[in-house]
């Protein structure tokens, strides 16, 4: 059944020829580009839109993964738009609204005739608002078309020998922080040094999500034990007070999408 739906992303993205692929870097982007560079090579181009709350780190894992399969990629930077600087409710319809109608503006000075993404079959049963801007702008979605879910995905990566295959999902930074709430650069790079520093202490895929001067740290399964029993606990919170959390807590219910919502 996966592999059937494997052929069907290839022919898919045969059928559409000249595409742009807006690239998070994410599990899904990556395996969607990993095919193109398969199956329609010579007319796809890579476009990553790096803005003040995507974190660094994801920048340059995506630029290293597109150099590896040898495909165009073009960088596009995108100041925090005026109309999510409060977080609203509605900021990820307005981030995607804004953010592929710059990548669609880029395909047509380009010559290229469609923009796709990496939403996959399963996203349409979770909380997506930024779906609805997908729709209005008439971005196609191979991964969701072909029917591959996020499992899907990893387990092809996987079969497929790309190393990602069980990279932590992605999300930007702006999930971090409570809706309504003016965000500021300090914010945005005092919760990307944070899970930078979960990350190299061996917890990835760590969300620190900002409550005042307060980081409430949410754990992958598995590594809640891991955290607290840690030698260097003491140490990590100290790092995490330097950048300017007063508190830090741990949330025993761990990582789950959508906890600010």
Known sequence: MTES???KLDAILKDLGSFVI???????????????????????????VRTPYMAAR???????????????HKIIDMDLPVI??????????????????RISDFAVANGFRYVVDGTNAGDSRELRPGMRALRELGIRSPLA??????????????????????????????????????????MLRMIEKAEDLLFEKGYPGTRVRLHGEVARIEC??????????????????????????????????????????
């Not at 920048?59 to 150099?67: C, G, P, V």
């Not at 072909?146 to 990602?164: A, H, P, V, Y």
């Open 145 to 186: 078309e072909s029917g591959l879910t996020k499992d899907e995905i990893r387990k092809l990566l996987l079969k497929e020998g790309i190393s990602l295959w069980n990279k932590p999902s992605l999300s930007c930074l702006l999930t971090r922080i409570p809706y309504d709430t003016e965000v500021s650069d300090g």
């Open 220 to 261: 992958l399964p598995g590594y809640l034990t891991q955290i607290v029993n840690d030698p260097d606990k003491e140490q990590i919170v100290a790092n995490l007070k330097e950048l300017g959390f007063r508190y830090v807590s741990l949330d025993l219910e761990g990582y789950r999408t959508g906890s600010m919502d």
């Open 58 to 72: 994801e920048i340059n894992e995506a630029t290293a993964f597109a150099l590896s399969l040898d495909i165009d």
């Open 84 to 101: 999510i600087n409060h977080n609203p409710k509605e900021r990820c319809y307005l981030c995607k609204k804004t953010l592929f109608t």
């Open 22 to 48: 807006a690239f998070s870097g994410g599990v899904d982007s990556s395996y969607l580009l990993h095919r193109a560079s398969i199956t329609a090579r010579s007319g796809t181009i890579a476009v990553t």
């Open 5 to 7: 739906k494997k052929n």
